[in-house]
Structure formats: structure tokens, C-alpha cells
């Protein structure tokens, strides 16, 4: 295991095996989780020591590969490549609140989902817990620009990668590291019901967000292959508990897709089948991948579908769309790039 997905407390007790003082492990940490590139820059540690280090724990930290900034809003984002020749995606975009970097969780996905870019080629391998920390830290220091906020909503399916998940969100907010609140950590997933029920027993105070994009199984069969294996009733069923063991509310993504779930019929059935969740929907302007027909409701219909919402007591609101100049949606520069690369 690469020395920076180590929790504090796991580098201590390596570092006695090692024959090293339990601060020499603190003043590691802290370098790990400030971003160095290499052990010669801790200078605070003995020469002996570092060169040890170098030859047993190597830092691997990414290298950009594409950086492509938006002229429209100053969205960022970055293509990293691991240490192991693979590449996932990072954006950095600007709120009035603070700066948000949403990062990758595997490189590609196995979900499948008709609408993403991401999912196309499938799987190859699951991020450890140390790249994911990367795409924060390095992602920071090269845009010198500080992160407040962090979405789980790049390649990959979180709770697909669950304890690798797990261990990056302690890393993030350790108190010696980041330490970003979790209740500024989000988490999307397409609604892995078995994982979803595990992480509402952890109580962390992250915001989960489900890709719903459709109000019944009809619809989500059509473009969602995960709802086969867990349909609708069962995944609001999982939100309920989720809800039920954290007090947080329930974010639902839903990509608005010309002719399949944006009518009024279908904002009348979302509705229903939300009723007594604390629920927020953000609507999503569908962003446009080479490779789906499916294309992007008209405004019209996006005002009205988010009417009935609001009428109904339901908080919706239509995301603001960044970086489109830029291949902001997920996975289309990593594809354009393996393309490029063939």
C-alpha cells in the first residue's frame, strides 16, 4: 500500500516497525497530505531516512496530461496520468461559496449507464485510496486555487470501490491532512441498494446523490442496467434508511433527456414516488456524448417538469451547466485522449 492511503495511527505503527520515532511518522504525513513530489523535499527528515523511503515506499504522484480551462467560467479540468500509464479525470469549478474539485473513483465503469461518457469501454481497475487523495492535493497546487468542497461524482461508481472510498474520505478530513468537513463531501451513485444501506451504518455526515433520471422501472431499465438488479421501489426504499441513520437529506440527479423522462406525466410520477422524503432533484441539461442518440430537453420542458416539482413541495433546481467549451462531462477527455493515443 502506497504510504499516503496510510492513516496516521497505520504510518505510526509502520514507522516503529521500522525502527523510526512515532513524530517521524506525523512529519511524513504531513508532507504526504501537503502534496510533495518526491522525499527530498522533507527536509526536516535525516537523509538516511529518505533515501529508505524512496526505495521502499515510492510517492507516485500523477502527472497532467491534458489541462484545458474554460474561457466562459474558469472551470478546470485535468486529465491525470497514474503511475501505472491510466488515466481519470478531475474538474475543478467555481462556486460563490468556494472552490469544488469533483474527482474519479475508478478508472473507467462497469454500470453502464446509456447516457455517460465514462462507462464506455467498461472497467479496468478501482483507484486506491491515495490516487483519489492525489486529484484533490495536486489538482490544488497546480491550479493554486483552494479546494472547500469535494463531489464523488467522476469516473467510477463510488460504492463500487466502497473501502477504498471509505478510507480516502478519512484521509481527506483527517485534521493533520485536508481536513475537509465531510459535511462538504458528496457522493453519487446509480443506486447500489446493498452498498448504500452499508454507508448509511457508517452515520458519516457526507450528502448522497442519486442517479435516479427516471421515475419508474420502465424508464430506468431502458438507460440504467443497475436497475435490474436493484429497481426503483428498492433503491427509495434504501433512501429512506439512509435518511432514517444520518438525518441528512436525499439529493436526486435526474439528466434531462428529450422524449423519455421529461414530460409532465413523468414529473407527476416522480413526485409521487418522492412523497415524504426530504428530497432535493437537480436537474440536469443533458450533455451531449458522441457515441448515445440521446439527446437533451428543451428548455421548455425542463421549466415545466421543475413547476410540477416545486408545486408538489419538492425542492428542484436545474444545474448549472460549466465548462461546456472545455469536454467538461464526465469521461469525454479521458476517451478523446485514448483515441488520440490508439
Excluded at 474520505?169 to 453519487?188: A, D, F, K, Q, Y
Aim: proline share 6%; with cysteine.
Amino acid at each position: 500500500m502506497n504510504l499516503k492511503s496510510h492513516t496516521l495511527p497505520e504510518l505510526t505503527t509502520l514507522f516503529k516497525e521500522m525502527g523510526q520515532p512515532a513524530f517521524r511518522a506525523k512529519q511524513v504525513y504531513t508532507w504526504l497530505h501537503r502534496g510533495v513530489r518526491t522525499y527530498d523535499e522533507m527536509t526536516n527528515l535525516p537523509l538516511t531516512l529518505r533515501q529508505q523511503l524512496a526505495a521502499e515506499h515510492p510517492i507516485a504522484p500523477p502527472r497532467v496530461v491534458r489541462k484545458q480551462e474554460s474561457q466562459r467560467d474558469g472551470t478546470i479540468k485535468y486529465l491525470w496520468q497514474l503511475a501505472d500509464g491510466n488515466c481519470v479525470e478531475t474538474v475543478l469549478m467555481r462556486y460563490h461559496y468556494g472552490n469544488t474539485v469533483c474527482i474519479s473513483t475508478e478508472v473507467g465503469c462497469p454500470m453502464g449507464c446509456a447516457f455517460c461518457a465514462s462507462t464506455l469501454g467498461g472497467l479496468v481497475r478501482r483507484l486506491e485510496p491515495y490516487e483519489m487523495l492525489d486529484q484533490v492535493l495536486f489538482t490544488q497546487l497546480d491550479s493554486g486555487l483552494s479546494v472547500s468542497h469535494i463531489v464523488l461524482m467522476g469516473i467510477g461508481e463510488p460504492l463500487d470501490n466502497f473501502d477504498n472510498v471509505l478510507r480516502f474520505l478519512e484521509l481527506v478530513n483527517s485534521p493533520e491532512g485536508m481536513n475537509i468537513s465531510m459535511r462538504h463531501i458528496s457522493l453519487s451513485t446509480c443506486g447500489l441498494v446493498p452498498k448504500i444501506d452499508a454507508l448509511a451504518q457508517k452515520k458519516l455526515q457526507i450528502s448522497l446523490a442519486i442517479s435516479l433520471h427516471g421515475p419508474n422501472d420502465a424508464v430506468r431499465n431502458q438507460i440504467m442496467p443497475v436497475n435490474k438488479a436493484y429497481p426503483i421501489d428498492e433503491l427509495l426504499a434504501a433512501c429512506r434508511r439512509y435518511y432514517e441513520a444520518t438525518s441528512r437529506r436525499i439529493h436526486f440527479e435526474y439528466a434531462m433527456i428529450d422524449g423519455l423522462n421529461d414530460s409532465p406525466e413523468a414529473a407527476r410520477e416522480l413526485l409521487r414516488r418522492l412523497k415524504g422524503l426530504p428530497a432535493h432533484v437537480n436537474m440536469i441539461p443533458l450533455n451531449h456524448v458522441e457515441e448515445s442518440p440521446l439527446k437533451p430537453s428543451s428548455r421548455k420542458a425542463v421549466a415545466a417538469f421543475q413547476k410540477i416539482l416545486e408545486d408538489g413541495g419538492v425542492t428542484a433546481t436545474v444545474r448549472r451547466t460549466l465548462g461546456g467549451d472545455i469536454d467538461a462531462s464526465c469521461g469525454q477527455l479521458r476517451r478523446k485522449y485514448n483515441k488520440q493515443s490508439q
